[in-house]
């Protein structure tokens, strides 16, 4: 049988341990497996662009396990009141090849994304911060504030969209949680007045929503709208000024904000993430340098989120299962699990009422 993950079952699991407690136990996954990095098989996410959108599939094998995630992303969905992200994915055994765990990943990539810039955040932000910004009210936002207030407990959240009902529904959804919420009038003021900064737009080319003279001495920039290739959130001078951090240096030169450096953009970069976690690379080396997390989201993440949540609901019995596969009394004989089709096409006679079916008209 094979485990079966629900919006509810995931809802049901977090209700249990806590917002704070999850995205907590989430990081440890993502840096157990960020400084494993080296024991997993990795390619680029395969995209196909088709109607104004991507559909991607984004796989990765460790040892024992390999993991893959569909996920889409149509910025134009909202004209039609559905996510513009919806995501899947499979967790299997490298031993057997066996399914273990088919899950939702709508709300999981909004969950992995916001641990994982949090995460970010620990290791390449100044270590006191007092306040957050962030530029984009849409899915993510709330996630993304919430993750980082688990790591900084930080007393001001400074937020700004385009969309003024975005920004009421981010008020909204996180009054009462332990900081004070300050509207913005513009980007820029989010910019000047945030020590960490975090922007997740739904911009579907190259867009300039921070300029570089906007940047103070010190700050740390997370960048997750950015994440297909033309599809960018920062002035290209900013690059040039700041240390910055990628994930997997081969999917960030084509996906990410280094896309627009052209030839010699990994020149720019100062890591990948797990060398950061795992402390082989020294990023920032004085509180004025100023950061940046290049995210494009990578597989890896969907892979510890999977892992988690699989280890999670088995330790909780919060599932679903399924019988996916055939369940075979001899493995040579696949066959047989046709049998009582094959019986009704036949016309045996506790199947009558199939035997003369037009079932291709």
């Not at 910019?191 to 579907?204: E, N």
């Amino acid at each position: 049988m094979t485990t079966i993950l629900t919006t509810k079952n995931i809802q049901e699991i977090i209700q249990i341990i806590g917002f704070e407690n999850f995205i907590l136990g989430l990081i440890r996954y993502l840096e157990t497996d960020y400084v494993n990095w080296h024991e997993f098989e990795k390619t680029p996410r395969i995209a196909f662009y088709k109607n104004k959108g991507v559909m991607e599939l984004m796989p990765i094998c460790g040892p024992d396990l390999f993991a893959f995630k569909y996920v889409n992303g149509h910025p134009d969905n909202v004209k039609l009141n559905k996510p513009t992200v919806i995501g899947l994915g499979m967790l299997t055994s490298t031993s057997t090849g066996e399914p273990l765990m088919i899950s939702e990943m709508t709300l999981l990539t909004a969950l992995r994304t916001a641990a994982t810039s949090s995460m970010a955040s620990k290791f390449l932000a100044n270590k006191i911060i007092s306040n957050f910004g962030i530029i984009g009210c849409g899915s993510q936002s709330e996630f993304q504030t919430l993750a980082h207030f688990a790591n900084f407990k930080f007393k001001q959240v400074f937020y700004y969209d385009l969309d003024k009902s975005a920004m009421h529904k981010f008020k909204r959804n996180l009054n009462n949680q332990g900081f004070d919420l300050i509207p913005c009038s513009t980007a820029q003021e989010v910019v000047l007045k945030s020590q960490i900064v975090t922007t997740a737009t739904a911009c579907t080319e190259s867009q300039e929503v921070i300029k570089a003279d906007w940047l103070q001495p010190g700050q740390h920039l997370n960048c997750i709208g950015g994440d297909s290739p033309n599809k960018t959130e920062l002035d290209l001078n900013i690059l040039y000024k700041v240390k910055t951090v990628v994930e997997y240096l081969p999917q960030t030169l084509h996906e990410g904000e280094i896309q627009n450096l052209g030839h010699g953009a990994e020149e720019y970069v100062s890591a990948e993430l797990w060398e950061v976690i795992k402390k082989t690379k020294k990023v920032r080396t004085s509180i004025q340098d100023i950061t940046l997390f290049d995210s494009v989201g990578f597989a890896l993440e969907d892979y510890s989120v999977l892992r988690y949540l699989y280890d999670l609901a088995n330790k909780l019995k919060i599932f679903n299962s399924m019988e996916i596969t055939p369940q075979l009394k001899d493995c040579k004989d696949l066959y047989s699990s046709l049998t009582p089709i094959t019986h009704a096409y036949l016309g045996f006679p506790d199947n009558s009422h199939y035997k003369n079916a037009k079932i291709f008209e």
